[in-house]
């Protein structure tokens, strides 16, 4: 058999890129999946009970609205990071990625403080189950972006060209926005 | 190469770890374990699902046993059988033959190193193991979606969440490695048939297996806090049986399509026109994949009688909301999977001169591939309410054709690939064989639940059935030892191209070394080896086609 000749070494293709945003398809196809399911749920239970949301339970807006007003600064400051790692300028990076883990803990907090005011346990009916299924996995993609930023704050800091690694890290973040938005719409505004 | 540090024992005895048997075989564990080089872990992937196929034949057959009317079993142990023969079929089978392939073969065929992310396809494959394991443990404790212990039922959802987890993993690494490591050349028409096809399905387990985590993590939490939401464990086929449904299983059987249209092109050595329309077939397939993420098991077809009646414009349109849905799951995956079929018979015509090159890959494909299209063909009758399939074992019919299709075409692609997987080369005379009983198999063990389905239930279609099982196990049975006999043997020593191949894979030495390839090649058609091979016609782009 004849040998083919030995080409130049495969140029890169943006492989964590593609990789994250296949992880990102995935998210948003768990959380799809499960405000389908969430809508249908309570389609049931409306037409059934009359009620869906259980009497006695206040969702504290205010802390859903803030979260989701973070998310604008969450965004813009993974851009920025981008924005800073194609200029190679390490204080900019380092403080973008320290800024949008920082909000993001922000956002985990505010979705502490949701619970804690609603007053409502994770075995008090099927709307509660429910909700603290869909937002208990929302916090724990959170918990995963916050490790993203700091991972990637501190590679950055370490002398690292990280331009690739930056970029997957904005659209992991803008698509948790994406999540938040849709989660914000069909549990805190529909309810 | 070894993965552990020479013990103290060893270095005071002045031998190496690996020098004693114990020292080798501790040696060759670890290196297993611990390997994220893809073709071990796509081995360990089919070696699993070898494993477990055969398990669940042998669920199958308990089960065949008791319908027959000759075993006496516990009603409450069969709820666990069912469950377990369901399970076994999808994530014990089916998945893990088709992934397995697509990790071992994929990054070969693309001229790459390595798969994308090696190290999360080694999770991947451990989340998966571990996961069926847990199930089947959950099964014999009284758990699963019938089960009476609320702990193991717990762990049953729990444990088919980990495979979920583990199997969207290995999609990712399928995807981004055909969307990224390909050779130098290689565009995106030019990737080989079984790629693209592992493409489709690697993007397919990304859309669904978060679906159904999701899912599950809704029933089990529901099912530990109360069971308001999903009405206990019996929630699980009602609100994630879509996943164990015909349809779903189609999107895991698209690499049979890709299996067949490489061996078609093989027989008389042609190079495939219109590859976009092959292309377009394994897309059509894909579109199974709405089926499951939509959550719907079954699309009610219902036709207010049995004579097909249509009334004013209000029933019309209530008709098509009916059907446009039952249509797009399950019609045109059939279509993609007859273009395909039609592109593998148009290649099949006979050349002057060229004598037929009649590989595992090309018969096991064409059989499996025609054993999933009976099961997608009962899979879309089964919808149709006037028919009065549901409630039948027509259903578990067209599941058995879609799983043992895809089992048939497994076995052909290990056989046809074997001189890059194990250095082996299988003799097409002692193969071949196996894949008539194969399809005997399949059509015994499917098609008397299709007949008992318009019928009913009668003892010599569950004999029938009990047959078909038996003869896949020894199907198997027989692979596994042909497969096991050439590998100690050696006798089979492969060469680097045994079937004058096209695709990249076959320009390496056989067994593929260690990443590959030593050097990166270069590609400039669909079919990079036939270029330099006088037994092939011109190239794609001195045609003008890129």
């Known amino acids: 058999m004849q040998a083919l000749t030995a080409g130049p070494a495969a140029a890169p293709r943006r492989q964590i890129i593609v990789g994250t945003t296949l992880g990102v398809v995935a998210m948003v196809m768990m959380v799809g999946g499960m405000l389908a399911v969430w809508s249908e749920q309570r389609t049931n239970f409306v037409e059934r009970d009359g009620n869906w949301l259980p009497s006695g339970v206040v969702i504290p807006e205010v802390a859903a609205n803030v979260a989701l007003i973070a998310f604008i600064a969450i965004c813009t400051f993974a851009q920025w990071a981008v924005w800073a790692a194609k200029r190679n300028d390490r204080g900019h990076g380092v403080f973008a990625l320290s800024a949008t883990a920082l909000v993001a803990i922000m956002v985990i907090n505010a979705q502490a403080f949701i619970y804690s005011s609603m007053g409502v346990g994770i075995g008090d009916g099927a709307y509660a189950t429910m909700f603290y299924a869909l937002t208990g996995l929302f916090m724990a993609l959170m918990i995963i972006g916050v490790i993203f930023s700091v991972v990637a704050a501190f590679r950055f800091a370490g002398g690292r060209s990280d331009n690739e690694i930056l970029a997957a890290h904005a659209i992991y973040w803008y698509a948790m926005s994406v999540i938040y938005t849709a989660i914000w719409f069909v549990v805190y505004v529909t309810k | 190469m070894t993965t552990i540090d020479p013990t103290a024992e060893a270095i005071s005895s002045g031998l190496e770890p690996g020098d004693s048997a114990l020292g080798r075989l501790l040696d060759a564990v670890a290196d297993w374990l611990t390997s994220t080089d893809h073709k071990k872990i796509g081995r360990l992937f089919l070696g699993g699902g070898l494993l477990g196929l055969l398990a669940t034949v042998a669920i199958n057959v308990i089960i065949g046993v008791e319908r027959a009317g000759i075993g006496n079993i516990d009603d409450n142990a069969l709820a666990q059988i069912f469950d377990a023969q369901l399970v076994g079929l999808v994530f014990g089978s089916l998945l893990p033959l088709a992934i397995g392939l697509c990790v071992a073969i994929v990054p070969l065929q693309l001229g790459a190193r390595s798969i994308a992310f090696p190290r ?416 092939y016609g011109q190239t794609h782009s001195e045609k003008g086609d890129s």
């Open chain 2, 120 to 535: 999360l396809v080694a999770a991947g494959f451990w989340m998966w193991a571990g996961g069926l394991i847990l199930a089947m443990i959950a099964l014999a404790n009284n758990g699963g979606g019938l089960g009476g212990n609320p702990d193991m039922v717990d762990l049953f959802l729990g444990a088919h969440g980990l495979m979920a987890i583990g199997l969207a993993a290995t999609g990712v690494s399928i995807a981004t490695s055909v969307l990224t490591t390909r050779a130098p050349g290689m565009t995106m028409r030019r990737v080989p048939f079984f790629s693209m096809s592992a493409l489709v399905t690697g993007l397919g387990l990304v859309v669904v297996m978060p679906v159904l985590f999701g899912t599950l993590a809704y029933l089990f939490l529901d099912h530990r806090n109360g069971r308001e939401a999903f009405g206990g464990n019996t929630g699980l086929y009602d609100w994630a049986g879509w996943i164990f449904s015909p349809g779903a299983a189609v999107l895991f059987a698209i690499p049979v399509a890709g299996l067949l249209a490489e061996g078609a092109a093989l027989l008389f050595k042609q190079r495939t026109p219109a590859r976009g329309i092959v292309f377009a077939g394994f897309g059509l397939m894909g579109v199974a994949a709405l089926g499951a993420v939509t959550q719907d098991a079954v699309h009610n077809v219902p036709w207010a009688g049995t004579e097909f009646y249509l009334g004013g414009s209000d029933d019309v349109r209530q008709k098509l909301y009916d059907v446009v849905p039952w249509a797009m799951f399950n019609l045109l995956p059939l279509l993609g999977l007859t273009i395909v079929l039609l592109m593998a018979l148009f290649l099949a015509k006979p050349v002057k001169g060229v004598k037929p090159n009649l590989t595992p890959a090309l018969a096991f494909g064409f059989l499996g591939l025609g054993m999933v299209m009976v099961g997608m063909i009962g899979s879309a009758l089964f919808a149709i309410d006037d028919l009065g399939l549901q409630g039948t074992v027509f259903a578990e019919g067209a599941l058995i054709y879609v799983v043992y299709g895809t089992v048939l075409a497994a076995l052909g692609g290990m056989a046809h690939w074997a001189p890059k997987l194990w250095g082996v080369n299988l003799q097409a005379a002692k193969v071949l064989p196996l894949a008539g009983l194969g399809v005997l198999a399949t059509v015994l063990a499917s098609l008397p639940s299709y007949v008992a389905g318009f019928d009913e239930p009668r003892d010599i279609y569950a004999i029938l059935v009990l047959v078909g099982h038996v003869l896949m196990a020894l199907t198997v049975l027989g692979f596994i030892g042909l497969l096991a006999t050439s590998i100690m043997s050696q006798d089979g020593q492969a060469e680097a191209d045994p079937y004058d191949g096209q695709t990249l894979e076959w320009a390496t030495a056989s067994p593929a070394p260690a990443n590959n390839f030593v050097e990166a090649p270069t590609v400039m058609s669909a079919e990079p080896l036939a270029d330099s091979k006088s037994s």
